[in-house]
Structure formats: C-alpha cells, structure tokens
C-alpha cells in the first residue's frame, strides 16, 4: 500500500520534470523573445520619424491679474542655430563626456537605460534616466517631455532610425541646438550669450563643461540662483566632465589641472520682462517650478496663468515707493543714491495671497527681485518670533518667572547674557540703558540687551525651530547664538510677510502664494493650500500681535500709524545694509525693506547718508511706504480690529520711573563688532525728521508710568526714533487712531 503510494508520488514528480525540463523552458524563452523582437520590428515598422516639433508651435505664456485684466505675455523664442564646425571642438567634447561617452561608438540608443527609465516611469520613481544624446535630440525635436512608456517606446524607436539616416556630427549638432539650457536660452548660442555674453565659438572648455552640466538641472544649477547645495552639485558635475575628456583622451592632464570654475555672469531680463512687471511674472515662474512644472515646459509655452496680484494694490504699492523713496533719489547724479534698493510683499493673511509685490525699479535695470531676495539680514523684524517662542515654550527667566509682556528686564546695554556658554553683550541704540524694563517696553523700544538674554531664556535652537516652524528658510547664517535675537540670518520680504501673516491668522503657518491657477492644453499645475496648520498656539501669535501694536502707537513705528489698528516691527541691519518695516492690519501683511546694494551688484553696502543724512532707520522710510501704501490698498482707512486671545500679563513690582542713560563710545558712534564678542548692531539709524505730531498717535487710556520713559529705538546704534516720553504700557491692540 505504501509502496503504491509512493510510485505514484514518483510518477507525478518525474511528469511534473518532463513538463519543466531545462529543455521546454529554455524553448519558451527563446520563443518570448522572438515575439518580443517581432513585436518591436513590427512597431519599427509602424513608427515613422515625424515631422520635427522643433519650437515652431511654442506659443507665448499668458500672464493675467486676479481680475482677469492682462498682466503680460512672454514666449518669444531665445534661440540662433549655429553650425557644428562653429562650435569649439572641445565644447563639443565637453558635452559628450558630460552625456553620452559612447556616443560616436553607439547605435544611438541605450537600451539598458531605456529600460531602467521605463520601469522608474511605471513606478513612479521619477524622470527617465540613461538616454543617448540621439536619444534626447529625439526627444527635443521629434516629440515631448511626456514621461510615458509610450512616449519612450517612440524615443527609442525613432532614435534608431535617425541613427541610421543622420551623421553623428549632423545628430550632435541638433541636440546642441535644440537643448535647453535655463535662462530662457534654447541651443547652444543663446546659452553662450544668456551664460557668459559671447558667441558659442568664442566658448573655452571650461564654460562649455559647465553648459554641458546644467543641461542637466538648469534651474538648479544656474549659479547666480542656486543654493550652497546646488553650487556644490554643478561644481561637481563640472569636475566629472572634465575627467571624462581626460580619460577619452580628448584633454590633456595638464591643461585639465589648469581649469579654473568659470562662475557665469549674472542674467538679464528675458524679452517681455520689462518694468515692475517683470518681477510678478518671474515670481510667477518660480513658484511654478516649485510645484513641479518642469522649467522648459513653462519657457515653451502656452500657459495662461492667473495671478493672486491685486492691480489697484500694485499700483498703490509701487505708487507709495516712487513718492517715499525713488523721488528723492538721484541714481543717476548720485553713485550714493544708486546704492538704494527698495522691496515689498504685501500678502493677505486669510487666504495667504500675494495681494502687491514690488521686486525694484525694474527687471531690465535690476534683474534681482528685492522682494524675493534672502541675501540680507532682517534685523529686529525677528525679535517677535522670540517673543513667539518665548510664550509658545511657556519659557522662564534664569530666576525662574514665566515670561509674558509684563516680565521685567534688565535693559542695560551691553549687559552681558546669563546661562550662555557664547558670550554676548549687546550694545542698544545709542548705547541707551534702561535699566528695569517690561518686555512691552523692550519690544516698543527694539532693546537688544532684554531679547538677547531672552532668546538665552528660551533657548536658540528653540527659537530656530519656531523661527522654521513659521516659514523662515535655514541658512548659512542661521547660527543658533544669542546674537540670532537680532536678526542675523538672511530673510527676504517675501519670508518675513509670510512669518508675520502666520501671526495675524492666529499661528497657523501662511506660505504666501502668487499663482491663483495655471492652465495648459496638456496639463494644469496643481494647486496649493497657503494656509496650514496650526504651527504656534493662539494665544502666542496674539500676544505677539499684541505686543506689536505697542510698536506703532508708541514705539519705534510711530510713523506707520494710520486710520486702521495695526502691529509691525523695525529693524536696521549690521553697518545699515537693511532696514525695515513689517507690520498688518487685520486684513493686509507688508513687509518692507531697503536694501543698500553696491551699483555693479557685487556686494552689500550703507544705506547711511543715501536717503537721509546719516543712518537710515526702519521707522523711517520703510514706515512711511508701508503707512501710504496700506492707507490706499484699504481705501482711506478700515474699521476692522484685531480678535486676540492674549495671554495673561505677568505680574510684576512697581519699578521707579527712570530716565534712560546714554553712554558714548570715544568716538560718538557705537562699536560694530562680531555677534560672538559684541552685538552685531541692529538698526542704526539717526532720529527720522519727521515726529508724532505729523502722524497721529492712536487714543490710548490714562495709565500712570511705573517704567522708564524716553525715546523709543529701534534696537540698534542709531535706531529708529519714534514717540519721545510716551507712557510705557502694552498696546492697545484694537484701538484705530484718528484720521490725519
């Protein structure tokens, strides 16, 4: 019986072997790829080579204001065919070595690569990857930037036949020709011109290894506008072409040894970029690419994009910088006043949306947009993100209280922090102490020496994760120190607008957005939501919200009071390269900064004695712009008030009334040292000509002062000046001053 069983397990097992011998399966195989290479052959035969796209269907973007009313159109072409033998030979190498090695060995396809991009398409994995210049010719000419199977099965077909019928030199001269290199620039002639102002044949090898690498990212790897990371990236790329010419044989080792990084000179405006509108399109782009609209789809057009951007706003914006600032500059006569450079983001904070922007006088004159720019620090503007953190971590002092607006500070310049193992001994403007002072009256006034111990209280690297948590980008000169309490790292108008509109939507993170849809024959980019999640408490962003106001009814704002409630903050940079005004009334966030920017664009400088003698000053003419363009972008005025849920004031002693005290440094003027050693001086500035009796002051109720009165600062050497003797107390918050 078990032996039955067990012959007839045997016999199962040796049919189960004759089924699959080694024999039939290797047949099937055989007999898979036989119909896989009819299958092909068939498609070879089916796929004719097209009609070549080349750009002749570009079409121009559409750029229209959120009413509907144009805004512009850009789409012109950028692009000269050249010949080959135009072309430096080692150019030409250089862009082989970068893509394709094989390349003049090849049949014209990769079939390995092919397949590899084919499989990450199917998954999901992201862009192809492994194409033959032949390949990416085809792609540029004959087809799209599709990323489907389909589209690559015709790639590869096409790329083939090309193979066959065309010249390698005719097949590299068209990829050169077609590719895009950022920039706007399509083929190898508008990228000399658009990278380094020459004509492809006048091209060294260097610049052509380094066109040969930002083929490959060009918006990424664009000098002028790439990150640390992305500079490290090209740099990198740029070696590895280089190599490959060595190791091919096309470059000697000692003239190799001899390249030197041929860093681009910076862009210009690309045609339809014109005037103040350049700065919204652009800005537009951008935002764009960041959603992931690859940049060479956007430059071929046929785009109608439809912007957040108010066209009354806009106008009143730029309206407001010509009257406070460009017509009492001379930028032609005065190489003082040429060094002047304005930028604004005006956002609305319910919806997150860029309502006004102002990049400077002009693409064509100043392609970088100054409203977008993080090259410059924001000086005190940041000290209300550690009062933010301060309340949001329920923070304490080093004796132990809990720190709220009527915590008591030492405001006595260059009082050196506690509980620190960085020294810092920040100086106040003018070298002002204060002596006992709420953190009211700190912020009112900018008094470096109380939010430098209390960014020590609460701790920097908490305060850089609110600072991030509220929109802030991380940076080189992000350094968690005591000296970040004044504002050391880079921020752009853009950045502090969203920081500040997190605060009056009540801590719920706004990332300002500029694009309202964007529509394509093909595609439409998806949109986003400006308004996310709760990031800091309520109760948080309305104490700080409260705390601003203080600022403009009686502080170092003064000058940007008007017919609305209102809470901002000045700031004046290291040396005043920067100054600033961020500020928002219930309905509209604007960040405002001057920028002092040497004339070539090659470095920072003063703003002192440009538009004003001596220091410019937050509280000066960044209110003033801000005051005029939020009076006209709200028609006159509004009735609106702040809803805060404030967190209860920290009780504190009756403190004598005491006069701040001036100390001068030998010279008159305050030191500049290292934020390390010394304060890195925020906001110097000199006392702005124009006082409170030309600006109303908002009604407040009769409060008896137990503080220290004096002049409010700006924080800084010579900062912002505002309501001399003006009682101390937190601000009102909804309280709306007369009309002038």
């Not at 290479?37 to 068939?42: E, I």
């Not at 035969?45 to 512009?72: E, F, H």
């Not at 060094?339 to 990049?359: F, K």
């Not at 960040?591 to 040497?598: N, Q, R, T």
Request: charged share 20%; net charge negative.
């Amino acid at each position: 019986m078990g032996r039955g069983r067990a012959g007839q397990a045997k016999s199962r097992g040796a049919g189960i072997r004759r089924f699959f011998s080694w024999k039939k399966l290797l047949g099937t195989f055989f007999m898979l790829c036989l119909l896989a290479m009819g299958a092909f052959y068939v498609v070879y035969l089916l796929v004719p080579v097209p009609d070549a796209n080349a750009q002749a269907t570009m079409q121009s973007n559409v750029y229209k204001y959120s009413d509907g009313r144009l805004l512009g159109r850009t789409g012109k072409v950028n692009r000269e065919i050249v010949g080959l033998e135009k072309i430096p030979r080692d150019v030409q190498y250089a862009f082989v070595a970068a893509e394709n090695k094989t390349f003049f060995q090849d049949s014209g396809v990769d079939i390995k690569g092919t397949a590899r991009g084919a499989l990450n398409t199917l998954t999901g994995k992201g862009k192809q990857g492994g194409s033959t210049i032949t390949q990416q010719y085809v792609k540029n000419y004959y087809l799209d930037q599709d990323r489907t199977v389909t589209r690559k099965l015709k790639e590869l077909v096409i790329s083939l036949k090309v193979d066959q019928r065309m010249e390698k030199s005719e097949i590299l001269a068209g990829y050169l020709n077609t590719s895009y290199y950022g920039r706007g620039a399509y083929g190898i002639q508008a990228a000399a011109q658009a990278y380094y102002g020459v004509d492809a044949g006048k091209l060294t090898v260097a610049q052509g290894a380094y066109l040969a690498s930002v083929l490959q990212a060009p918006s990424q790897y664009d000098w002028t506008f790439a990150s640390a990371t992305g500079r490290g990236l090209v740099t990198d790329r740029w070696n590895y072409v280089l190599d490959n010419m060595v190791e091919e044989g096309w470059l000697g080792a000692s003239e190799r040894a001899a390249q030197k990084f041929p860093v681009p000179r910076a862009p210009k405006p690309a045609p339809g970029m014109e005037g103040t509108n350049g700065y919204l399109i652009e800005a537009a782009n951008q935002e764009l690419m960041r959603r992931g609209v690859p940049e060479e789809q956007l430059k071929a057009g046929g785009w109608t994009i439809t912007l957040t951007i108010d066209s009354k706003r806009q106008k009143e914006l730029v309206a407001a910088v010509d009257h406070q600032l460009e017509e009492k500059l001379d930028r032609k006569g005065d190489a003082a006043d040429a060094t002047v450079q304005a930028g604004a983001t005006s956002v609305d904070p319910r919806t997150g949306h860029v309502v006004a922007l102002y990049g400077g006088i002009g693409a064509t004159e100043h392609w970088l947009s100054n409203a977008t720019r993080r090259d410059y620090q924001p000086a005190s503007t940041f000290k209300p993100v550690v009062l933010a953190s301060a309340l949001e971590n329920e923070a304490r002092t080093q004796d132990g209280r809990r720190i709220g607006l009527g915590t008591v500070y030492d405001g006595t310049s260059k009082r050196p922090v506690e509980g620190s193992d960085t020294p810092f001994a920040p100086e106040n403007e003018d070298n002002r102490s204060y002596g006992p002072v709420t953190v009211q009256k700190a912020t009112n006034s900018s008094i470096n020496s109380v939010y430098a111990q209390m960014i020590v209280d609460v701790g920097p690297k908490e305060v850089k994760k609110t600072a991030l948590d509220l929109g802030m980008k991380d940076g080189e000169g992000f350094v968690e120190q005591p000296a970040m309490s004044l504002g050391t790292m880079g921020a752009s108008p853009w950045d502090m607008a969203g920081v500040y509109a997190s605060f009056a939507h009540h801590g719920k993170k706004v990332t300002p957005t500029i694009v309202k849809s964007a529509e394509h024959k093909d595609r439409t980019a998806e949109p986003v939501e400006p308004v996310g999640e709760q990031v800091i408490s309520r109760e948080a962003a309305d104490t700080v919200t409260k705390a601003m106001t203080g600022v403009v009814s009686s502080g170092s704002g003064v000058n940007a009071a008007g017919n609305y409630a209102a809470a901002g903050k000045t700031g004046t940079s290291e040396n005043n390269r920067s100054a600033w005004f961020v500020g928002y009334t219930p309905e509209l966030v604007t960040a405002v900064g001057l920028f002092g920017e040497k004339p070539d664009g090659t470095g920072q400088t003063t703003l002192t004695d440009t538009i004003n003698p001596g220091r410019a000053n937050g509280g000066g003419v960044p209110a003033k712009i801000w005051h005029e363009y939020t009076t006209g972008a709200l028609d006159g005025g509004s009735d609106a008030r702040f809803d805060l849920d404030v967190a209860d004031s920290v009780p504190s002693d009756p403190l004598p009334a005491r006069t701040p005290e001036a100390t001068p440094t030998p010279t008159g003027e305050p030191t500049e040292d290292e934020p390390t050693q010394k304060p890195t001086p925020q906001d110097p500035s000199p006392a702005d000509p124009s006082t409170p009796t030309q600006k109303p002051t908002p009604p407040r109720p009769p409060v008896t002062p137990t503080l220290p009165t004096g002049e409010p600062t700006d924080g800084g050497p010579g900062g912002d000046t505002g309501d001399p003797g003006e009682p101390d107390e937190p601000g009102t918050g909804d309280l709306k001053p007369p009309q002038p």
